[in-house]
């Protein structure tokens, strides 16, 4: 396991506020967090305690009401919506727990997709770089199917390719197993394992404590707020 | 059950007001549709059914009349129609109705009449059946021996002149100095089949001897001037009964040739019309609105279903609840049936009041003159039709849920990652660009025509230039002659020298026809043996000038009469291919070398002088004697008072011709404005139309990308998460417009160029508007109507929030 090296993400007093004409809910309240290039931290806690919400304004999918969020350095808070999308698209990785790939597209084109909204590469250089990340989830023979075609651990796989296709310097798994059988979501949090293993910094939202328990931390939030933040004792 | 439906109801209204614009813009575009169709349609019936009111002698009469615009009454005589009936076997009880109806001012019992009066041929009671308020129609023994003095009384007349006295039929009263007896009285709503309102309808030759025209009796039966109506008992075409026609006109005796129409120059048309040139004009322009009506509507029927199907995938998850909750496919089926129908039901109540205006605004269209309209309400088939098709259409689109439901199982209910246009997409996006495309390029073709007729330069300047009129206080009768030159120059004089010293009056002249008159003389002349036809206007000196014609070459006329002509450039360039001609001459007279008639004084700049539409042809101005003189208008360039200019040329003719007054002073402009009145009025109907279905076609493509964008949202939140940004987004929200309106836009544009090529080639627009320029411009168009037409969808698909969308799993 590597060594954290230096903080990618800090966040202070940040908050989520989602407003209503009748209603104020305080999604996240207040978070202080630090996460260092090369960690992999497990958020857990109850349904509707901020987790995915946290995950999302990580992501630069959803934007903090209030306080600091810094990643890499830069304040993302401040910067307009091309330059999160630029960000997104070179320093973030998504997967999420329903898969999101795109139907209507084979494997190859889903995986592809970052690096076409990247541009400057060539149809060799994309078609390059797909192939290695298929060949990373153990897809390739898959290409070229189409979603529908494939198991849900295989959608996964897919899903993760498309995630790390552009190696992005983080990546954000949402529920990775939670759509998926035992044996299927143990392959998936194998490949997570290994692709932190190989320098990843991973955020991983989950329900399940026994994968939890596979990060170098854990992260356990309460009302929109970090109840605990520790090491995993081995 | 009522209960159900109460609640159906209440849950459709608050449906509906959810979204209100949409929701009045689904109503309105059904009313719409409905009321173009049926107000058109009502029209189109009627001009494919004409019969004047009071009629009741079926549908299978017809009407022949002269083909051109310019032959006065010309058709046959009365005695060549009674020909003609006799050797045709298509047409039956061959009968007319003469144009030659204005009453000279006489007296009937002591009381004077003035107005018009029918001369019929025998059988025209018994072709038409008009219907009778009392006695009888005339017989066949009212026309022997010459004709009997005997009248049908009108409606109106009865009533204005005898007090709508019952026992009027059978008295004898005095018509003039003769003694006349009444046969019978129509009903109110028979006036004839010609414009105007009849006081009597009489025999044509006890007619023709009480107005006492001089024509001797034999010449009587060879004047045609009738409008001719016959039974089609062979049930043919009209182009069968025009060959016919065209055979007769054909074998004709050549002293009768004289008289009688060329073959082609007479046409049939079915139904009884005043003016069968003008009614076919009318009916085809008609059918062609119509067709626009129809296409307006099936786009308006695709807005609709756009509409409904938008609400389609957001309503899966609320049908799916209901599913689980117990409510049957039958149920939920409907409660989508009463949620169409309250949209029919409001769509159709505006659609209704919305054809009576129009089926009545339809028929005051300016391109419709001459024609025919027996009736003044709402076609009903035609309105019940279109409001069932409405009905009919939109229900079956409402019902759609229910079928995409079957599809779905329950736990999916709602769920929808990506949109991707589907067969209805595609179809209503060739649909409505397409039909766009060719009605925006109809419209845009009679404006560009409209707007290059108004453009030209005509060579003369009508703004500010009054034009007086002159006309016969009574019709010449018997063999008219023109007062002397000397009263005329003499009434000339005297206008000029009082309308000069009243204000705001610049310069008088004097001239006939004015410019946009239709009744310009023609005349040959023949010239180192090259012919050049040219039209004639009678002028006075000053007329070039106050017209502000260019005078290239010579001189204009110094005195009233003066021999001489001025001609025009084109003229000169015919005959001599120079237009430095002064001083030759267009005609001579062998018999006296020293005429100076056709002597050239100058030569002025082409000038449009009849209408804008035409090329300028050779003119000829001549500053003759004799009776185009003292017809001629008074020209008048200023601002002086109407009424004063009026009063003062009156005043005038009753010194010097006492036989004219002043028919009416109007500004020049306004004449040659009437030229194009017609060219106005279809530019804007198709105009109006055109920007219709423009706006329609946008609000459907708009509709049709927000529903996709709506339905494709969480794809669009996936792509983001990958690093599209809201450039990108936007971008494939265009491009996704772009691919899905490129094949209307391809036809749109094709069906564009077709017809306004149709269109030029058929004479309703100018040779100078390019069909692929039209075509070009209206794909062009369109383009940027599909694009603007997206923006908001793509704005709005770029400022997604994915986080949200992402989260709901």
């Not at chain 1, 992999?40 to 304004?57: H, I």
């Amino acid at each position: 396991m590597n060594e954290p090296t230096r903080p990618l993400i800090r966040l202070r007093d940040l908050k989520r506020i989602y407003t209503t004409e009748q209603l104020e809910t305080h999604a996240l309240d207040g978070i202080d967090l630090d996460i260092d290039d090369g960690e992999y931290v497990a958020v857990e806690g109850p349904s509707g305690c901020g987790k995915s919400t946290l995950l999302s304004v990580l992501g630069l999918l959803d934007e903090a009401s209030g306080g600091e969020y810094r990643l890499a350095g830069v304040p993302v808070t401040d910067i307009d919506a091309e330059e999160q999308a630029r960000l997104r698209n070179r320093e973030i990785g998504f997967i999420f727990q329903s898969f999101n790939l795109i139907p209507e597209m084979t494997v190859r084109e889903n995986v592809e997709l970052p690096l076409i909204y990247r541009g400057g590469l060539t149809t060799t250089a994309r078609r390059q770089a797909v192939d290695e990340a298929l060949a990373r989830v153990d897809m390739s023979a898959r290409a070229e199917h189409r979603p529908a075609q494939l198991s849900g651990g295989q959608q996964q796989r897919a899903a993760i390719a498309r995630a790390l296709v552009g190696k992005p310097s983080l990546l954000l798994a949402d529920e990775p197993t939670g759509n998926l059988d035992s044996a299927s979501g143990e392959r998936i949090m194998q490949l997570l394992d290994e692709l932190h293993a190989d320098g990843s910094t991973l955020v991983m939202v989950t329900h399940d404590p026994d994968y939890a328990a596979r990060a170098g931390r854990r992260v356990r939030m309460k009302d929109g707020r970090i109840d605990t933040d520790g090491s995993v004792a081995a | 059950m009522i209960g159900g439906l109460l609640l159906d109801l209440r849950h459709a209204a608050r449906l509906y007001l959810k979204t209100p614009w949409q929701s009045a813009l689904a109503v309105v575009m059904m009313a719409a549709a409905m009321a173009l169709v049926s107000g058109m349609a009502s029209v189109w019936s009627e001009l494919y059914q004409p019969t004047p009111a009071g009629v009741d002698s079926g549908d299978d009469l017809v009407t022949i009349g002269p083909r051109a615009e310019d032959m006065f009454g010309g058709t046959l005589g009365a005695g060549a129609i009674k020909d003609f009936a006799s050797s045709s076997q298509i047409l039956t009880g061959l009968t007319g109705e003469s144009g030659f109806s204005r009453l000279p001012e006489t007296d009937i019992d002591g009381r004077p009449v003035d107005g018009q009066a029918a001369p019929v041929m025998p059988g025209y009671f018994e072709l038409l059946e008009p219907r009778m308020r009392l006695g009888r129609g005339l017989r066949a023994e009212d026309f022997a021996d010459g004709g009997a003095r005997v009248m049908v009384l009108g409606h109106g007349f009865w009533q204005d002149h005898f007090g709508g006295d019952t026992g009027v039929v059978g008295r004898e009263v005095t018509v003039g100095e003769d003694q006349w007896r009444i046969v019978g009285v129509l009903a109110p709503e028979f006036n004839g089949v010609g414009a105007p309102k009849f006081h009597f309808w009489a025999p044509y030759e006890s007619y023709f001897r009480l107005i006492q025209t001089g024509i001797p009796a034999e010449m009587i039966d060879r004047i045609p001037m009738w409008k001719i109506f016959g039974r089609n008992s062979g049930r043919v075409g009209t182009a069968a009964i025009e060959a016919e026609l065209d055979r007769f006109l054909e074998q004709q005796p050549p002293a009768e040739q004289a008289m009688a129409p060329e073959p082609g120059e007479l046409m049939a048309i079915s139904g009884l019309v005043e003016n069968p040139r003008a009614h076919r004009s009318a009916q085809r322009q008609v059918t062609m609105l119509l067709i626009a009506t129809v296409l307006i509507a099936l786009v308006a029927a695709v807005n609709v279903g756009i509409f409904l199907l938008a609400r389609a995938p957001a309503r899966q998850r609320e049908l799916a609840l209901r599913q689980t909750v117990g409510a049957t496919r039958r149920r939920l089926a409907g409660q989508l049936l009463v949620e169409a129908a309250v949209l029919v039901v409001l769509g159709s109540a505006l659609g209704i009041l919305l054809s009576i205006w129009l089926a009545a605004g339809f028929r005051e269209l300016r391109f419709l003159e001459g024609a025919a309209f027996a009736g003044d309400w709402l076609n009903l088939p035609a309105l019940g039709f279109s409001a069932m098709l409405a009905a009919v259409f939109t229900l079956l689109v409402a019902l759609l849920p229910i079928i995409t439901l079957a599809r779905r199982t329950l736990s999916d209910g709602g769920r929808q990652f990506s949109a991707r246009p589907g067969l209805f997409q595609h179809a209503a996006g060739l649909v409505q660009l397409g039909l766009a495309g060719l009605i925006a390029a109809a419209a845009t073709g009679f404006m560009a025509h409209l707007w290059i007729l108004e453009q030209r330069d005509p060579g003369l300047s009508t703004e500010g230039i009054l034009a007086a009129g002159v006309t016969f206080r009574e019709p010449p009768t018997g063999q008219f002659q023109p007062p002397a030159d000397a009263a005329t120059w003499a009434y000339r004089e005297a206008v000029r020298e009082r309308l000069l010293a009243l204000p705001g009056v610049e310069a008088v002249s004097f001239g006939s026809p004015l410019p946009g008159e239709r009744m310009t003389a023609i005349s040959r002349y023949t010239i180192d043996g090259e012919t050049v036809t040219a039209r004639i206007v009678n002028v006075a000196p000053g007329f070039i000038e106050l017209l502000g014609i260019d005078l290239l070459h010579g001189r204009d006329f110094e005195s009233a009469g003066e021999p001489g002509v001025i001609i025009s450039r084109r003229f000169a360039e015919k005959a001599w291919d120079e237009t430095d001609v002064v001083g030759r001459t267009v005609w001579q007279d062998q018999s006296n070398p020293d005429d100076e008639r056709g002597r050239i004084l100058g030569v002025i700049d082409d000038v449009n002088y009849e209408h804008p539409d035409e090329p300028p042809g050779p003119l000829v101005l001549s500053s003759r004697s004799g009776f185009g003189a003292f017809m001629t208008a008074t020209l008048i360039r200023g601002n002086p008072d109407r009424e004063r200019v009026e009063e003062v040329i009156n005043t005038a003719l009753q010194t010097h011709l006492d036989l004219l007054h002043v028919d009416k002073v109007r500004p020049v402009a306004d004449i040659v404005a009437e030229l194009t009145a017609k060219d106005r009025a279809r530019g804007r109907v198709t105009g109006l139309f055109g920007l219709v279905i423009v706006l329609m076609t946008a609000f459907g493509f708009f509709a049709m990308q927000r529903f996709l964008v709506d339905a494709g949202r969480r794809e669009t939140a996936v792509r983001m998460a990958v690093g599209a940004g809201p450039r990108s987004i936007r971008g494939h929200v265009l491009m996704q417009g772009i691919r899905l309106g490129a094949p209307g836009l391809v036809i749109g544009g094709l069906l564009a160029l077709i017809v306004v090529a149709w269109l030029t080639n058929e004479g309703f627009v100018t040779d100078s508007v390019s069909p692929a320029v039209i075509g070009g411009g209206v794909a062009a168009g369109l383009l940027a109507l599909m694009l603007l037409a997206s923006l908001q969808p793509a704005v709005s698909a770029g400022r997604l929030r994915p986080g949200d969308l992402l989260k709901e799993e």
